[in-house]
Structure formats: C-alpha cells, structure tokens
C-alpha cells in the first residue's frame, strides 16, 4: 500500500503553479486539496442507482483498478465573488471553468506519467461533457468519487462542498497502484443538513431549477445553455449562482 498523499499535493501544485505562470492563463487557484477512494469501495457500485445505470465502475474505465484519486481546485475569491449579479454567469467565472478543465487535463497527464514511473497504469475520464445529453446522467461523476474519495459532503445544491467550499471544480484519475485511502468526514458540511437554517443556494436559484423539492436537471441545463449563447462558445454551459455569495462558496461553513 503507497502513501502517496504527499507526493499527489505536490504533482498537482507544480502543475498548478507551471499553467498559472506559463500558459498566459487570467485565473487563479487557492491551495487544492487532494483525497484517495479504494476503487472497490462499494459507494461505487451504487452510483449506478444514485447517479444512472450507465455510470461506470472504476473496473470499467481502468482493467484492474485498485484506486481512484480526486482533487478540488478552489477559485480564488474574487473569481467566486465576480460571479454574484446578474442572471449570466461572470466572465471570470466562464473562463475558469474553462481553464480549469484545460489544467485537470494537465494535472491528469502529469499525474499518470508519475504513476506509469512507479510501474503502474492510470486512466481519466474527461473534465466534463461526459454525460448523456438526453437524460443529462455522466458516465463518470468527479463529485460524487470525490464524495466516496472523502473531499467533502453534499449540499442542498447538490454540489460538493469540501474544507475550501464549492466554488471550484473537481477531478479524478484512477489507478492499477494501491494507495493508501482517506476517511470519509462523518459531519454535514451543509448548514441545512447539520440543522441549521440556511437554504441560501436555493434563494440565488432565481430561475427555479434549484427548489426545496430538489434539482431540476433540464431546468438548470437550459439556464446554463443560455451562457453558451452569450458567450458564443459550445463550452460555456455554465452557471453557478447556487454556489457563488453562499456560506459554503469558499469554506465549510459547519466548520467555521
Ligand atoms: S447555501 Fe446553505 S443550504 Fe445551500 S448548500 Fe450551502 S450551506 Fe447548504
Ligand atoms: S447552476 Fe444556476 S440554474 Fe442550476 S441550480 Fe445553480 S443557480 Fe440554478
């Protein structure tokens, strides 16, 4: 068993201090955190109930897998906060999203080279847009193996929140190496959830997608098609007002 938890911090953060410094990026990450899932553990095989029959299993994206690695990059602040007015999503806000995905396909490549050189394999699925269009199911879910992985705990947005908040972007590579995994934190992260009254996510869901009764996925999918337009690239099927000017934008705020 490889305790690689230390080694994966600092993979991740070269990759994250390189793109920041070389690739004439505008955004900016916070400290990343980084969590390990036994791809045998069991939360997996419910995803097909939780998230659809065609979420696949670690065993099915990597022949022998043994472990599934997840990492969240926080937006800085003013990336988060800049996405607080109006009904489109911010600027800086769309092109993180986009940077992002660029750098998680760079943290992924950097991370499966380090694993091939320890004598293992690694495979990854893609940041995003790998799910059905028509019933808007993934075949991978990066939040919810960060879920099992131990990152964070679900919110009434339905996003994950983690020790530095929802206001950022997950991803996930898994692996034939057996590394040492992480604990799942038994505490809500959510306010509502650990009883406290909140529903703020719910309130900056001014389009009706997000309610007390839960996510309406089309609804949301629609919003987010709306900033494509505006922004006239097929990648900006963003939105994110449920997660920006909440307490659990930038913190776990059970934890504060
Ligand atoms: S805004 Fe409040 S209710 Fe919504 S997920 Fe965050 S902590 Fe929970
Ligand atoms: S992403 Fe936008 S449309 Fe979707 S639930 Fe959040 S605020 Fe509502």
């Known amino acids: 068993m490889l305790r690689l938890q230390k080694d994966l911090q600092l ?3 070269q990759e994250i201090n ?9 955004s900016q990450w916070r400290e990343p955190l980084v969590a390990v899932a036994a791809a045998k553990d069991e939360l997996f095989a419910e995803l097909k109930q939780a998230v659809g029959p065609e979420h696949q299993l670690p065993e099915d994206m ?12 926080p937006f800085i602040p003013a990336i988060a906060n800049s996405n607080s007015e109006s009904r489109r ?17 760079r943290i992924n490549s950097r991370l499966k080279q380090e694993l091939e050189k320890m004598g ?16 808007l199911i993934s075949f991978w879910s ?11 705990r679900f919110g009434n947005h339905q996003m994950l929140i983690t020790d530095r ?8 590579l ?10 799942r934190p038994d505490q809500e992260y959510c306010l509502n959830r650990a009883g406290e009254k909140c529903n703020r996510c719910l309130e900056r869901c001014v389009f009706g997608a997000l309610t007390a009764a839960g996510l309406d996925k089309e609804k949301c999918y629609q919003i987010c098609l709306k900033n494509v337009d505006f922004f006239k690239s097929e990648n900006a099927d963003v939105c994110g007002k449920c997660t920006t000017l909440v307490p659990c934008a930038l913190k776990n705020p059970v934890d504060a």
Not at 18 to 26: I, L, R, T, Y
Not at 62 to 73: D, W
Not at 165 to 172: L, N, Q
């Open 174 to 183: 898994i692996t034939d190496l057996e590394i040492t995994r992480d604990t």
């Open 18 to 26: 390189e793109f920041s410094q070389n690739c004439g990026v505008a």
């Open 62 to 73: 990597l022949p022998g897998a043994r472990s599934v690695i997840c990492y969240f990059l």
């Open 11 to 13: 993979w991740i953060e």
């Open 89 to 105: 999503a911010s600027l800086p806000w769309f092109r993180a999203y986009l940077e992002t995905n660029q750098l998680i396909a």
């Open 142 to 152: 990066h939040k919810h193996a960060a879920y099992i992985a131990g990152l964070g």
């Open 165 to 172: 908040g929802s206001a950022g972007r997950i991803g996930s």
């Open 120 to 135: 293992g394999k690694a495979d990854f699925a893609a940041a995003t847009h790998n799910f059905s269009r028509e019933k």
